[in-house]
């Protein structure tokens, strides 16, 4: 008995020393190809900036994520997905899983010793390749690149992710049994909590009025998929939180492959899916997410509510059709209608349930009580490009900023989708933000937009000339948006205190439509502090006492393009040029098109060329587009005039 039980052993441990040979001999030269370009990728980059001087001068990486971070990338995701698919080529092939399984080895100890054979061959290479740059680390001094403490950071942080690619590899593995179906549905499940998150993100504005889909895609929703969080490594480092989740979710996945692979038939190799309840799942799930796609594409880009279905049809169509394909392993495939019309019913249960708004998710304004501060902006980017964006706390312009937001709420139906966007995000007392997003016709609302903009309190939150200290200025400089070389300088320390003033006083006394002028500013105001926090801010047409003081320290002619710039003007009707504006344009091209024409009104007079400068608008959707002609280089440039700034003298040639 004795006998029997060591000759089974021997033989057992024979089996095992030939898989690890047979292993080593089939997918070793993976693990050699990942080593040979990881170490091309950093240790060997690393060599040959610490070598070079002129180069060591002017690259400088903080992470050693960061030095050939692509390279890196595409290597953490190319390469254990590969291993895991050569790993177990043996479970989707008939003759070959015949073979494997026949042998004297429980299942549990083949899967164990390909699964660690596979963490073996992905560690490996990272581990040798951290010693090569610890043995670099004090002949190179590379301590002026990364600390020490990096390099363990690095190390860990690439075995991680490769662990966690590879354990779903392995995971689809034991519920496919194609090699390119696991290939593939391994990226879709690493990409699917990101992708649905953001399909949705980018559909619920549809559905739920007010929904802030920047926003929401903001708040860094990249760790929630591997993939895309590995290419984020160089600049946002993972917090713990995220790192102790993919831990626990290798050794999850490692388990539950176990179990499947445990419970899966040896007779279903080559199908698409081993197990009949995934086919369904695969087949909605792909309608679904192809839906959302078409849905998003359509009603983004066209709009109106016929493109928007349109888009959520051709989506599911053609979702359903290449599920279908890849489940029958065929194009001729077997439509069955049933199942499409199923999904369709409760899809179109899901859009009806939507608008009864049952959360009162669209009506949710809260209360001025409630509210501890708000910041209300034209754009989620006014929100989120500043490290402190500006909020309003006094209850009086909280209060205006709620009636404002329930009126745009009770005139959903009148709302423009593709109109101004309106921000609000409320801090309320009890610690919780309350966000939302819209598009209106900021004219049916100036009423609430004037009381709000006048205000004392927004005025000197939103312009950060109130916030500086004048005796940090160093200079200020005072450019024009033109396409022109001459600037004004002022140093002189009095006289930037004087500027400073007059400016302040000149925001203070602007109203709401001064500062939505169609008109485009004369010039950029950069001021530049010794803290070197600058500002910059723009010269509006309408401060005049600001162009007046200019004028008494003689920098006019240099702060703002004026008539003796301006060789000539050319004026034309837009209807008259045929100009196709959706297929692109040069300024030379509109220009030439003025010059040629018959009926472009030519301005030579100083006079009426200073009247066109206040008057035209720096967008050129208006009626008359208006060419200047710079003596500078000749340098063109083209505006236009709105219907309410059009000069006498032009609507007097156009008659």
């Given at each position: 008995?004795?006998?029997?039980?060591?000759?089974?052993?021997?033989?057992?441990?024979?089996?095992?020393?030939?898989?690890?040979?047979t292993l080593t001999r089939s997918v070793g030269w993976v693990s050699i190809i990942y080593f040979l370009g990881q170490f091309i990728a950093v240790p060997l980059e690393i060599l040959m900036t610490s070598s070079s001087e002129e180069h060591r001068k002017y690259v400088y990486e903080e992470s050693l994520f960061?030095?050939?971070?692509?390279?890196?990338?595409?290597?953490?995701?190319?390469?254990p997905v590969l291993l895991a698919v050569f790993l177990f080529r043996f479970l989707q092939v008939r003759s070959y899983s015949d073979f494997m399984h026949s042998l004297p080895i429980r299942r549990e100890r083949i899967y164990h010793q390909y699964t660690l054979a596979g963490c073996v061959f992905l560690i490996?290479?990272?581990?040798?390749?951290?010693?090569?740059?610890?043995?670099?680390?004090?002949?190179?001094?590379?301590?002026?690149?990364?600390?020490?403490?990096?390099?363990?950071?690095?190390?860990?942080?690439?075995?991680?992710?490769?662990?966690?690619?590879?354990?779903?590899?392995?995971?689809?593995?034991?519920?496919?049994?194609?090699?390119?179906?696991?290939?593939?549905?391994?990226?879709?499940?690493?990409?699917?909590?990101?992708?649905?998150?953001?399909?949705?993100?980018?559909?619920?504005?549809?559905?739920?009025?007010?929904?802030?889909?920047?926003?929401?895609?903001?708040?860094?929703?990249?760790?929630?998929?591997?993939?895309?969080?590995?290419?984020?490594?160089?600049?946002?480092?993972?917090?713990?939180?995220?790192?102790?989740?993919?831990?626990?979710?290798?050794?999850?996945?490692?388990?539950?492959?176990?179990?499947?692979?445990?419970?899966?038939?040896?007779?279903?190799?080559?199908?698409?899916?081993?197990?009949?309840?995934?086919?369904?799942?695969?087949?909605?799930?792909?309608?679904?997410?192809?839906?959302?796609?078409?849905?998003?594409?359509?009603?983004?880009?066209?709009?109106?509510?016929?493109?928007?279905?349109?888009?959520?049809?051709?989506?599911?169509?053609?979702?359903?059709?290449?599920?279908?394909?890849?489940?029958?392993?065929?194009?001729?495939?077997?439509?069955?209608?049933?199942?499409?019309?199923?999904?369709?019913?409760?899809?179109?249960?899901?859009?009806?349930?939507?608008?009864?708004?049952?959360?009162?998710?669209?009506?949710?304004?809260?209360?001025?009580?409630?509210?501890?501060?708000?910041?209300?902006?034209?754009?989620?980017?006014?929100?989120?490009?500043?490290?402190?964006?500006?909020?309003?706390?006094?209850?009086?312009?909280?209060?205006?900023?709620?009636?404002?937001?329930?009126?745009?709420?009770?005139?959903?139906?009148?709302?423009?989708?593709?109109?101004?966007?309106?921000?609000?995000?409320?801090?309320?007392?009890?610690?919780?933000?309350?966000?939302?997003?819209?598009?209106?016709?900021?004219?049916?609302?100036?009423?609430?937009?004037?009381?709000?903009?006048?205000?004392?309190?927004?005025?000197?939150?939103?312009?950060?000339?109130?916030?500086?200290?004048?005796?940090?200025?160093?200079?200020?400089?005072?450019?024009?948006?033109?396409?022109?070389?001459?600037?004004?300088?002022?140093?002189?320390?009095?006289?930037?205190?004087?500027?400073?003033?007059?400016?302040?006083?000149?925001?203070?006394?602007?109203?709401?439509?001064?500062?939505?002028?169609?008109?485009?500013?004369?010039?950029?105001?950069?001021?530049?502090?010794?803290?070197?926090?600058?500002?910059?801010?723009?010269?509006?047409?309408?401060?005049?006492?600001?162009?007046?003081?200019?004028?008494?320290?003689?920098?006019?002619?240099?702060?703002?393009?004026?008539?003796?710039?301006?060789?000539?003007?050319?004026?034309?009707?837009?209807?008259?040029?045929?100009?196709?504006?959706?297929?692109?344009?040069?300024?030379?091209?509109?220009?030439?098109?003025?010059?040629?024409?018959?009926?472009?009104?030519?301005?030579?007079?100083?006079?009426?060329?200073?009247?066109?400068?206040?008057?035209?608008?720096?967008?050129?959707?208006?009626?008359?587009?208006?060419?200047?002609?710079?003596?500078?280089?000749?340098?063109?440039?083209?505006?236009?005039?709105?219907?309410?700034?059009?000069?006498?003298?032009?609507?007097?040639?156009?008659?």
């Amino acid at each position: 008995m004795k006998w029997g039980m060591l000759a089974m052993q021997s033989k057992i441990s024979l089996v095992n020393r030939e898989i690890w040979k047979t292993l080593t001999r089939s997918v070793g030269w993976v693990s050699i190809i990942y080593f040979l370009g990881q170490f091309i990728a950093v240790p060997l980059e690393i060599l040959m900036t610490s070598s070079s001087e002129e180069h060591r001068k002017y690259v400088y990486e903080e992470s050693l994520f960061q030095f050939n971070s692509g390279i890196q990338v595409v290597l953490n995701i190319a390469i254990p997905v590969l291993l895991a698919v050569f790993l177990f080529r043996f479970l989707q092939v008939r003759s070959y899983s015949d073979f494997m399984h026949s042998l004297p080895i429980r299942r549990e100890r083949i899967y164990h010793q390909y699964t660690l054979a596979g963490c073996v061959f992905l560690i490996l290479p990272n581990v040798i390749n951290a010693i090569i740059i610890f043995a670099l680390y004090i002949p190179l001094n590379l301590a002026d690149f990364f600390t020490i403490a990096e390099i363990f950071k690095w190390l860990g942080i690439t075995i991680m992710f490769n662990l966690l690619i590879y354990m779903t590899g392995v995971f689809v593995a034991m519920i496919t049994g194609l090699s390119a179906v696991q290939g593939a549905l391994t990226y879709i499940i690493l990409l699917l909590p990101i992708g649905l998150l953001i399909l949705l993100g980018y559909n619920l504005p549809f559905y739920l009025y007010g929904f802030p889909d920047q926003y929401f895609m903001a708040n860094k929703i990249e760790s929630i998929s591997p993939l895309v969080a590995l290419t984020y490594l160089g600049h946002s480092p993972l917090g713990t939180v995220e790192i102790i989740i993919y831990i626990l979710l290798i050794f999850i996945l490692y388990g539950f492959s176990l179990w499947v692979y445990k419970r899966r038939k040896l007779e279903a190799v080559s199908q698409a899916l081993m197990f009949p309840f995934l086919k369904p799942v695969f087949k909605y799930g792909a309608t679904f997410c192809t839906m959302l796609l078409g849905g998003m594409y359509f009603g983004k880009m066209e709009g109106g509510t016929f493109w928007l279905i349109a888009g959520y049809l051709f989506g599911a169509i053609l979702g359903y059709f290449v599920a279908e394909m890849v489940l029958q392993k065929s194009w001729r495939i077997v439509i069955h209608i049933k199942g499409l019309i199923k999904y369709a019913g409760v899809m179109a249960i899901l859009v009806v349930l939507f608008q009864f708004d049952f959360t009162q998710y669209e009506k949710n304004v809260p209360y001025t009580s409630e509210i501890e501060r708000v910041h209300f902006s034209d754009s989620y980017y006014l929100f989120s490009d500043t490290k402190s964006p500006y909020y309003l706390k006094e209850p009086e312009n909280i209060d205006l900023v709620r009636r404002l937001h329930k009126e745009i709420v009770s005139n959903k139906n009148d709302n423009k989708m593709n109109g101004d966007p309106a921000f609000f995000a409320y801090e309320l007392k009890n610690g919780k933000t309350l966000v939302r997003s819209y598009q209106i016709d900021k004219k049916e609302y100036a009423h609430y937009y004037k009381l709000i903009h006048e205000s004392d309190e927004y005025k000197r939150t939103t312009n950060e000339i109130f916030k500086i200290n004048v005796d940090q200025i160093e200079k200020i400089t005072i450019r024009p948006v033109e396409p022109i070389s001459k600037k004004a300088v002022i140093v002189d320390p009095v006289e930037l205190k004087e500027m400073i003033s007059v400016l302040k006083k000149e925001i203070d006394r602007s109203t709401y439509e001064e500062t939505q002028n169609d008109n485009g500013p004369y010039s950029v105001i950069e001021i530049m502090q010794k803290d070197d926090k600058n500002i910059s801010m723009v010269w509006r047409i309408s401060y005049k006492q600001f162009e007046q003081w200019l004028s008494q320290k003689g920098l006019l002619e240099n702060a703002r393009v004026n008539a003796s710039d301006i060789s000539k003007i050319y004026i034309a009707r837009e209807e008259d040029l045929d100009i196709n504006f959706a297929r692109g344009f040069s300024y030379e091209e509109v220009f030439d098109k003025m010059e040629g024409h018959p009926n472009t009104l030519k301005i030579t007079d100083k006079n009426k060329i200073e009247t066109i400068l206040q008057n035209a608008s720096s967008n050129i959707d208006g009626s008359y587009l208006v060419g200047f002609y710079y003596k500078e280089e000749g340098t063109i440039d083209i505006k236009s005039f709105t219907d309410k700034n059009i000069p006498d003298f032009v609507k007097q040639y156009f008659q």
